[in-house]
Nanobody, 121 residues
């Protein structure tokens, strides 16, 4: 069984910063891509940032230059540093990872439970 657990959300004023963390645990052979998605009320879930197993990154245009995704493979963790936050960044942020539970299986897609980020104006 595999779990992704996020932490680090909260309430911050516009222009402030937050750092989200996501820890993967359980029966894990390897982790491929990891990423962060967000979903605001009434909107579809959208990709925020993605990082490959060899640390190549890509970002949504709306967060480029403000957010930074990173990972620690030894700790099985992915992070999202969010700077210069705007009210429109308010959403539930979800961690995502493609994880292999053994060398013979194709990777499965896993989600965390989500963490609320609220940016006040």
């Amino acid at each position: 069984q595999v779990q992704l657990v996020e932490s680090g959300g909260g309430l911050v004023q516009a222009g402030g910063s937050l750092r989200l963390s996501c820890a993967a645990s359980g029966s894990i052979f390897s982790i491929d891509g990891m990423g962060w998605y967000r979903q605001a009320p009434g909107k579809q879930r959208e990709l925020v940032a993605h990082i490959t197993s060899d640390s190549r990154t890509n970002y949504a245009d709306s967060v480029k230059g403000r957010f930074t995704v990173s990972r620690d493979n030894a700790k099985k963790m992915v992070y999202l540093q969010m700077n210069s936050l705007k009210p429109e960044d308010t959403a539930v942020y979800y961690c995502n990872a493609r994880i292999r539970q053994d060398r013979y299986r194709t990777p499965d897609n896993y989600w965390g439970q989500g963490t609320q980020v609220t940016v006040s104006s």
